[in-house]
């Protein structure tokens, strides 16, 4: 049955929402066409919605969930945790562990901060760059997405000439540029100039739908980074132990100066996390810098929130032999292969990209290289997929950009019951 159909408890549940949250959802991305609908229960990968309702969730809450939902060991040492404080505000041991457990497994970070999300990671991280260097401009990718701090609020959708918010002061975007994803030579030019304080990207850009580094791109970013005293910063919020536990940087052999963390490390709560090598690190450590104009500021209310420390705890714990890599990666390429095996029998102009345990569909025939080329996606068939996928019982988003990720509950019938549905849409869809 067709979605609108069978979601009647949603719809007015959206109704009510709207005249309390703008839009009706608590982050735009999640207002689905035609409405969103209201999640009662979510274990391991399924979803139930309010009007009873099943779908298959290759969302896993932004990425984050690569133990699915609700995993048993996680709400265990949760629920052991709770008694003796939610929310402690002074130092435990728990911050300890979790630092100590992104050391051992990510190769660029010797020590770490902690904040409460994805965008307060890259903002302090950017600002230690900053403060580190001295210089104040930033590099970024064109599409490249960083959370919502201003500064990196800039050149995100195409074509990326244009303010990315109302209310986003230019003078907070002035000293941040942007290049193309795989262009090492426009890096290189910028970079020269020895002006940058950082060049930050996702080392495989997630926003773009999981576009992986051409050959040599990421090592020839080491290499200019390093000749012009520019901070190489990977954005590992996505890909930090998801395509591996020490990330990106270690699947492809690239030691960033700096590394954004968040989603997975907080096993389903609250995260962020900034990290690289103690001369750098240390630039926030009061006792070395007394001066407030020296030291790099960081903080936060909820910063090494207890229950956001035990469930990463436990999370990377689980991940720390391998074998949930070796699952999850296996299914990924099940599912890629499989869809490319679709479209290539298909009338439908379609590529697939993706790395490991991600995957995204693009509706064109070129493989994107970059943000850009995914621009050139035809529009009414990605929307038209997105709602055949929901009305059978499937979903990520976004609807204009398709995310996904298999987490650990995913089984081969999921995977199997994706293709399905892709191949009855390939088989139907006239555009
Ligand atoms: C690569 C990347 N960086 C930063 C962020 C921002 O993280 P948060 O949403 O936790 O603020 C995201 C969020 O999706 C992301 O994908």
Known sequence: MVFAGKTSRSKELYDRACKVLPAGVSYGIRALPPYPFFVEEAQGVKLRDVDGNEYTDFWVGHGALILGHSPKRVIDAVKKQLPYGTHIGFSHEHEIELAERI?????????????????????????LARGYTGRMKMLKIQGGWHGGYDSLHKAVSYPYTKSESAGLNPKTTEDTDAVPYNDLEAAKKRLKTREYACMILEPVMGAAG?????????????????????LLIFDEVITGFRLAPGGAQELYGV?????????????????GAFCASADIMERIDQRKYPKAEERVAHGGTFTGNPISMVAGCVTID??????????IDRLGKRMREGLEDIFSRGKIPATVTG??????????SRIPRNAGDCAKNDMPTTKAYFAHMLDSGIIY??????HCWISSPHTKEDVNAYLKATEDFVKSYKP
């Not at 991940?319 to 949930?324: F, V």
């Not at 790395?355 to 064109?364: E, K, P």
């Open 318 to 327: 689980q991940l720390k032999d391998g074998k949930i890599y070796i699952d």
């Open 210 to 230: 999981f576009l992986t580094p051409e050959p040599g791109y990421l090592q020839g970013l080491r290499e200019v980074c390093t000749q012009t005293g520019t």
């Open 103 to 127: 050391v051992a497994n990510v190769p660029s970070a010797e020590q770490v901060r902690c904040c409460a999300s994805g965008t307060e990671a890259n903002l302090y991280g950017t600002r």
């Open 397 to 402: 988003l976004s609807p204009t950009v398709s």
């Open 255 to 271: 030691k960033p100066d700096m590394t954004i963390l968040g989603k997975i490390i907080g096993g389903g709560f609250p995260i």
């Open 355 to 364: 790395v490991g345990s991600t995957f995204a569909i693009h509706f064109q």
